[in-house]
């Protein structure tokens, strides 16, 4: 099947500094990426959806400009947390679609960051 | 509004059967998701269903109603290992994937 890759796998940082999170498609062409976050014992949420070649479109109350997200390749699309701070400390989870509007979502394996 | 309901947790014992149902109500359809996630884990998918009916993979089964909003995944010969969350998600009109809260399901020796 389809192998979506992230890394790093694991991060703590300190408060205030920045964070970048990359999410790879390894053998397939992803012309969406989808960012979730997921904190302890609740649902995924989906913080925001980019395509290739465009400006990332962000789900209401999640921050463009704290949150930044490039998706400059058919292959890779990567999140930045900026300015981090303790409350932003969570499981952030990419997936990426294959092209064409109903192909398969497929999960990276998730980053977890902790903001000290 | 859009809203998927699956019961918070559930129970079940080593070698039986479980079924956890998902219903749906959802600006458009274009399937029906089931994914397992363990504690830490990205979420893997399991069954896509976007016909009425039931698709079968191994121990894992999926139902689907498109009339009723309905869904559910069935897990026969329960192993220790699928202790996990269960997710149901839903594909809308706009393509987007819209999630349920998950069931966990606890396995009992």
């Known amino acids: 099947g389809a192998v979506v890759s992230q890394h790093p796998s694991w991060v703590i940082c300190k408060s205030g500094t920045s964070v970048k999170i990359e999410c790879r498609s390894l053998d397939f062409q992803a012309t969406t990426m989808f960012w979730y976050r997921q904190f302890p014992k609740q649902s995924l949420m989906l913080m925001a959806t980019s395509n290739e070649g465009s400006k990332a479109t962000y789900e209401q109350g999640v921050e463009k400009d704290k949150f930044l997200i490039n998706h400059a390749s058919l292959t890779l699309s990567t999140l930045t947390v900026t300015s981090a701070h303790p409350e932003d400390s969570s499981f952030y989870i990419c997936?990426?679609?294959?092209?064409?509007?109903?192909?398969?979502?497929?999960f990276g394996p998730g980053t977890r960051l902790t903001v000290t | 509004g859009q809203n998927i309901d699956q019961p918070t947790e559930m129970t079940a014992t080593e070698g039986a059967i479980v079924q956890i149902n998902c219903t749906y109500q959802?600006?458009?359809?274009?399937?029906l998701f089931w994914y397992q996630q363990h504690a830490g884990e990205a979420p893997t998918f399991l069954s896509y269903n976007v016909l009425d009916g039931l698709e079968e993979k191994g121990r894992f089964s999926s139902f689907l109603s498109r009339s009723k909003g309905y869904s559910y995944l069935l897990l026969k010969e329960l192993q220790m290992k699928d202790s996990a969350s269960y997710l149901c998600a839903v594909m809308d009109s706009n393509y987007q994937l819209i999630w349920g809260a998950g069931t966990k399901l606890i396995i009992k020796p």
């Open positions: 959802t600006s458009g359809f274009n399937g």
């Open positions: 997936s990426a679609r294959e092209s064409g509007d109903n192909g398969e979502q497929y």
